[in-house]
């Protein structure tokens, strides 16, 4: 089976909806449709291994929920890992738009919704920043061991200090870089980019929206139905 692409636009406005649904629907009947329709849309796109990771993480997180439910006095924790758990599937979804799309395609789809540049540009560097993070991250941690320096949590808040302070200083010297990055490519420029990415709405894209509202909609009558 070919993958099949998906406009990145369709998985902005799905993970935009589907967390609000919860407010109007049956939080169990919307938990089991995302779950089925995010399954679904991994296999569409080929994603197999991240569906695989997707569904242990998933299950891990429901066996957690059942055990701390059966014991007295950790309900508290059972209900705290459910809300977890029901943002699963979006999560799974958004980390496709992390790790599927460059920031190229991300401009190219997200100017056709005729937005304003700003937003644009503020979702973009939001989105690539969080696998950029992780990279950042994994520095630190590799530096910390070299100098035989590790966590403990005798001394958290010291610890703590160790990872987020050399972060924090990253964090400024990658806001400089992506910025004279965007700068040189023409971001801040008032006409229309051109690109090589031309991300247009698909037959398929139309397709997953529509089946994403159908289900939506199904959800609307099973709540007057109980």
């Given at each position: 089976m070919k993958a099949v692409k998906i406009n990145p636009i369709v998985l902005i406005i799905i993970n935009i909806i589907a967390p609000s649904m919860y407010i109007f629907m049956s939080g169990k009947y919307l938990q089991i449709y995302l779950l089925a329709f995010a399954s679904a849309l991994f296999i569409l796109m080929g994603r197999f291994k991240r569906l695989a990771g997707f569904w242990v993480v998933y299950a891990l997180m429901m066996g957690l929920y059942y055990l701390t439910m059966q014991s007295?006095?950790?309900?508290?924790?059972?209900?705290?890992?459910?809300?977890?758990?029901?943002?699963?599937?979006?999560?799974?979804?958004?980390?496709?738009?992390?790790?599927?799309?460059?920031?190229?395609?991300?401009?190219?789809?997200?100017?056709?919704?005729?937005?304003?540049?700003?937003?644009?540009?503020?979702?973009?560097?939001?989105?690539?920043?969080?696998?950029?993070?992780?990279?950042?991250?994994?520095?630190?941690?590799?530096?910390?061991?070299?100098?035989?320096?590790?966590?403990?949590?005798?001394?958290?808040?010291?610890?703590?200090?160790?990872?987020?302070?050399?972060?924090?200083?990253?964090?400024?010297?990658?806001?400089?870089?992506?910025?004279?990055?965007?700068?040189?490519?023409?971001?801040?420029?008032?006409?229309?980019?051109?690109?090589?990415?031309?991300?247009?709405?698909t037959f398929i894209d139309a397709l997953v929206l529509i089946v994403f509202v159908a289900g939506l909609a199904g959800g609307f009558v099973w709540k007057q139905m109980l």
């Open positions: 007295k006095g950790t309900e508290f924790l059972g209900l705290f890992i459910i809300v977890i758990v029901q943002s699963v599937p979006c999560i799974a979804l958004a980390t496709i738009l992390v790790t599927k799309y460059n920031s190229a395609q991300l401009l190219s789809a997200l100017e056709t919704m005729h937005i304003p540049r700003v937003l644009v540009v503020a979702v973009t560097i939001t989105l690539k920043y969080i696998p950029t993070f992780r990279r950042e991250f994994s520095y630190i941690t590799e530096s910390m061991r070299l100098r035989g320096i590790g966590f403990t949590w005798k001394q958290p808040v010291k610890s703590f200090q160790y990872f987020i302070v050399p972060q924090l200083f990253r964090c400024a010297a990658l806001a400089e870089e992506v910025t004279a990055a965007g700068l040189v490519k023409g971001i801040d420029a008032p006409m229309r980019r051109t690109s090589y990415y031309e991300e247009k709405v």
